[in-house]
């Protein structure tokens, strides 16, 4: 039996991700939802979601006694973060002026606002919210299948500035190019919510769930 720990730390859409998880999982392979740091550290893999403010999400991972058990699976086990999930592999941010996990070098700043203007000259909105385009930086098993340039769905106002560009693995276009999917050794990470994206975000999740770095 192999074991999907979603962290359960209060934010986010648990319930789609485990579902989307479910739908793409290999026969024997339990999907699991959990606020237990024993459990994340007995699974074979970790899934780390997350909406909302980065304040609240980093003050509630460590509420429930859950920020040492996701630093330890970011080092050793295969890891995705998606959204919320992403920002906090980094360290300073500026919402809410809080410091994330610092487990990447890099900060998590906001749309700068002077830039937000579409091509056609109209002013973009912030938070970036729908459909948008993802540029894959690197090869990687994670785009395994997924076209280069898919669809995938987003929403938030802040993203990540990674210190190193080798750890790019997408980028996206909203007033300005930013990062949108990282990739170092055990650790994958996205802004967009594959839960959320159709058959490409199902077949990005199918692949973290066969993938063996």
């Not at 991700?17 to 024997?28: D, T």
Request: net charge negative; charged share 15%; hydrophobic share 45%.
């Amino acid at each position: 039996m192999s074991i999907v720990a979603v962290v359960d730390y209060g934010m986010g859409n648990l319930r789609s991700v485990a579902k989307a998880l479910e739908h793409e999982a290999p026969a024997g392979t339990q999907v699991l939802v959990t606020a237990d740091a024993a459990a994340i550290a007995a699974a074979d893999r970790v899934v780390v979601p997350g909406q909302g403010a980065m304040p609240d999400c980093m003050r509630e991972l460590s509420a429930r006694g859950l920020r040492e058990a996701v630093i330890r699976a970011a080092a050793e086990k295969p890891f995705l973060g998606i959204c919320v999930g992403l920002q906090m592999l980094f360290g300073h941010a500026e919402e809410g002026d809080v410091t994330g996990l610092d487990i990447l070098p890099g900060r998590v700043p906001r749309f700068p606002a002077t830039a937000m203007v579409a091509p056609d000259g109209g002013r973009l909105k912030v938070p970036h919210m729908g459909w948008n385009q993802v540029q894959q930086v690197e090869a990687h098993p994670l785009w395994s299948g997924i076209e280069d340039g898919g669809r995938f769905y987003f929403v938030h106002s802040y993203y990540v500035e990674p210190q190193s560009p080798d750890i790019i693995a997408g980028s996206t276009m909203y007033g300005i190019p930013f990062t949108s999917a990282i990739a170092h050794a055990n650790i994958f990470a996205v802004q967009f919510h594959p839960e959320k994206s159709a058959q490409a975000g199902l077949h990005l999740l199918s692949n973290f769930l066969r993938w063996t770095p």
